[in-house]
Nanobody
Framework: QVQLVESGGGLVQSGGSLRLSCAASGRTFAFSIYAMGWFRQAPGNEREFVSA???????????TSADSVKDRFTIPRDSAKNTVYLQMNSRKPEDTAVYSC????????????????WGQGTQVTVSS
């Protein structure tokens, strides 16, 4: 059984930085070979892709992000901690959503929202 647990959300003001964490666990889960992604869903909206990073086995990890966040968010991962982060800089009210992480061996599947494993999500509310 694979578990993804997000943390770090809350009520924050516009601007500044916030870091979300997603800790992965599972007896047979090989974190390093999985692409990890972040998605978000605002009230009344469909879930949308935010950022993804390839498995840490790549010498230079491949990352991709949605146009709305690519100049503000980054997605580092720490294989020693089986954790992927979403570093949110220059927060905006439109970033308000439930943020969920996902894991899949394929980064294209991760980007398409077809990942094998999903977390429950953490709420981020950005006030103006």
């Amino acid at each position: 059984q694979v578990q993804l647990v997000e943390s770090g959300g809350g009520l924050v003001q516009s601007g500044g930085s916030l870091r979300l964490s997603c800790a992965a666990s599972g007896r047979t889960f090989a974190f390093s070979i999985y692409a990890m992604g972040w998605f978000r869903q605002a009230p009344g909206n469909e879930r949308e892709f935010v950022s993804a990073i390839s498995g840490s086995g790549d010498s230079i990890p491949y990352t991709t992000s949605a146009d709305s966040v690519k100049d503000r968010f980054t997605i580092p991962r720490d294989s020693a901690k089986n954790t992927v982060y979403l570093q949110m800089n220059s927060r905006k009210p439109e970033d308000t959503a439930v943020y969920s992480c996902a894991a899949d061996r394929s980064i294209p599947r991760s980007v398409r929202g077809e990942a094998d494993y999903w977390g429950q999500g953490t709420q981020v509310t950005v006030s103006s």
